[in-house]
């Protein structure tokens, strides 16, 4: 079978799915390339340079699709038709300044929770301790995971509710496989060490295998700020325009119908 999402119909990608193999494992899946104007499909393995591309799009198919939606856009012809426009193109994951972060192996929460990368060793570094920083951290825990998660300010999880919080907390109070470090800010990676600083004082630990950045989310609003520079009639709305969760954003899709009439 074949599946698909939008952004995968305006890159032409898709997923080829072996249900059942008989004489392997079960549930293969494949990338490949569908172009349905010329009734084309192309399967790759996902270890030649052409899978990696495809599978490489679908991994990053929502800023692919951001992207493709700015240079649509992008001229004036493309928008004539159009009284006003609404911007809710979400957000980005926030990548702290951080010293030879590149020379690590890390990946994102937004990457972890969509199971687009795989955590590597035993030893997890989570940079922020928010919601989804300590939902990650927890999970891993769980697995056996030796986990540590930091936070620059002293709030942990402050975006969790607050009775879910609190009986987070209380299963974790006991673990000795995962640490939870407020007022504690990354310096700098190298090869031997990690340094951090902790209430005001140097610290150093032993590097780690994966490091998962949780560190907050910016909007995304390019395609806004190009309409906006065109004189364009134009609102931005729900993460575009200031990150929080599904319920502050449809309510503010809402308020906005309201007040437009639409």
Not at 31 to 41: A, D, E, F, L, Q
Not at 44 to 59: A, H, I, L, N, R
Not at 83 to 107: C, H, M, R, S
Request: a neutral charge; proline letters at 3%; hydrophobic letters at 35%.
């Amino acid at each position: 079978s074949v599946s698909r999402k939008v952004e995968d119909k305006i890159a032409n990608t898709s997923r080829f799915h072996v249900i059942k193999n008989r004489f392997g494992i079960d549930g293969v899946t494949f990338p490949s390339s569908m172009n349905t104007n010329i009734g084309k499909i192309q399967i790759y393995e996902s270890t030649t340079q052409s899978g990696q591309e495809v599978q490489g799009k679908m991994d990053n198919s929502q800023e692919y699709l951001r992207k493709q939606l700015a240079n649509k856009y992008n001229s004036e012809k493309d928008m004539d038709g159009f009284d006003y426009f609404v911007v809710a193109t979400g957000a980005k994951q926030n990548i702290p300044d951080i010293e030879n972060l590149n020379g690590q192996y890390w990946i994102t929460s937004i990457e972890y929770f969509k199971n687009q990368k795989k955590v590597r060793g035993k030893r997890i570094l989570v940079i922020g301790a928010g919601m989804a920083g300590m939902e990650a951290a927890e999970e891993l825990a769980d697995k056996g995971y030796e986990v540590i998660a930091t936070k620059r300010t002293d709030t942990i999880a402050n975006d969790m509710e607050p009775i879910t919080k609190a009986l987070m907390m209380q299963r974790l109070k006991n673990r000795d496989n995962i640490k939870i470090m407020p007022n504690t800010t990354v310096i700098k990676f190298s090869e031997n060490s990690v340094k951090y600083k902790h209430e005001g004082k140097d610290g150093e630990w032993e590097p780690f295998d994966t490091i998962i950045v949780a560190s907050g989310m910016n909007p995304e609003n390019e395609l806004y700020k190009i309409l906006k520079e065109k004189g364009k009639d134009v609102d931005v709305i729900g993460d575009a325009k200031d990150p929080k969760d599904i319920y502050s954003a449809t309510h503010a899709g809402y308020n906005l119908a309201c007040e437009k009439r639409f």
